[in-house]
């Protein structure tokens, strides 16, 4: 992302696609070069994979997923004009910040790993308030630049720590029909990607600045804390009797 920022601010944005073209096809090819083939563990029937679902915590999940993790999307969307019209960074530090940033999702993803493992649920709830409480300590403290770039690094390993859980416990919920789930999961992460990015430009046509849309982050944070405490126990698949598949990081 840092880079992609500075070939369009030098360049071209058409230059950044490109590239983006280009990490794709070398992805790809490593995948198919370097990634062994698994044995598949899981039912196959279609109607199996449906079934899963019918489970209301898979749901809850899921809303959780688009409306709490669209906080992050609310907030990181327009980080770059918040860095540059109410920090007062030059265009050229953009691209720092967002290599810090991007420190703080690897940061985020060690973290929320090792809290997923322990204890999903309670992780859920834990990043969830963080999230809320960073993204107001940002909106409130933007215009301070020491503050504002330490609040990005912070925000950034809440939101990408959030991920773990949810997947974790998505797989959970959808014991035996796990590919389904994890697909309908990352669905749900492209959802709150469009609707954090629209909701926080709502206010940012309204004419109340910058900061506004990382209020409306931490306000989507909070929702989806209230969607999670319907959660219950740690995710138990709909039916006692669908087979155990694979069971995410913990193994457990």
Do not use: C
Request: aromatic share 10%.
């Amino acid at each position: 992302m840092p880079f992609g920022t500075f070939l369009g601010q030098h360049f071209s944005w058409r230059l950044t696609f490109g590239v983006v073209a280009l990490i794709g096809a070398l992805a790809a090819w490593s995948t198919w070069r370097w990634i062994p083939r698994l044995q598949d563990t899981q039912q196959d029937d279609l109607r199996t994979q449906l079934q899963a679902l019918r489970n209301p915590q898979l749901w809850l999940i899921l809303g959780v997923t688009m409306i709490g993790f669209g906080g992050m999307f609310a907030g990181f969307s327009y980080i770059a004009p918040l860095m540059t019209e109410v920090t007062g960074f030059q265009a050229g530090a953009v691209t720092p910040v967002l290599m810090l940033a991007g420190l703080g999702m690897v940061a985020g993803n060690l973290l929320g790993g090792r809290m997923a493992d322990r204890a999903p649920r309670a992780a859920l709830y834990v990043l969830l308030i963080a999230l809320a409480v960073v993204l107001t300590l940002l909106a409130l403290l933007a215009h301070t630049p020491l503050a504002a770039v330490a609040l990005v690094f912070a925000f950034t390993t809440v939101a990408f720590a959030l991920t773990n859980p949810l997947q974790l416990m998505i797989i959970r919920a959808a014991q035996g029909a796990e590919t389904l789930a994890a697909a309908t999961n990352q669905s749900a992460f492209n959802i709150a990607n469009a609707l954090g990015a629209f909701l926080g430009g709502l206010p940012i046509a309204a004419g109340y600045g910058y900061t506004s849309p990382v209020f409306v982050g931490a306000g989507l944070a909070a929702a989806g804390l209230l969607i999670a405490l319907g959660i219950r126990g740690e995710a138990t698949p709909a039916k006692a009797g669908v087979p155990r598949g694979a069971q995410g990081p913990s193994g457990d």
